[in-house]
């Protein structure tokens, strides 16, 4: 496996205690998201490092880049069409240009005075941000909040059919931890900050808020 791991209970005392932050697996120019699939959409990914088969390209689709929300989202891939966890390997430009687009799934009057404008935004937006509660390895919540990207239409398409470096099968290392629980190791993450500060801004990312 391609990633990198450590013990979580060392990773969890580096880690912001609570605010909104990008936790992920990155380097100078790629980025590690997650999804998880049944196993036909799975293995055609793995094997042809592309999305297709029963994937479909019409709905929207979610990555996380958060190992753990995505174990919590998942149940450790027990749920039902969720049983096979990727790691996606992506540009970090590609990702930084998804955050650029990003509106909010729900009306947020801090950010649009009107419901209106924010219901036009979403329109012509093909990428949605959401914010949820982190999750510790038992399913715990955290202060800290976790990001997931909704992707839809052209974004869905090219991120579906071009923009996958590595497809990465995570589906024996995650039954495998979930049988160490809780004394496991997760893939490396430390807060990820976009090149451009404007970016960090716009999604109201706490570092760049002094929060």
Known sequence: MSLITCPYSEQEKTWPKEGKHILAQYDEKTIIVYQAYCSSIGRFAVENRKFGGDFSYERMSWIKTNFLWMMYRSGWGTKKNQEMTLALR?????????????????????????????ARAAAKSSVRVQWDPDHGPSGRKRRRRAIQLGLRGPVLDVFGKKELLEVIDLSDFVAEQKAKLPEIV????RVYCPDNPQIAIHLGLSKFLDI
């Open 90 to 118: 992506l540009r970090r430009e590609f990702f930084d240009s998804l955050l650029a687009q990003a509106v909010v799934s729900s009306w947020d009057c801090n950010q649009f005075p009107e419901e209106r404008d924010w």
């Open 186 to 189: 997760t893939p490396c993450e």
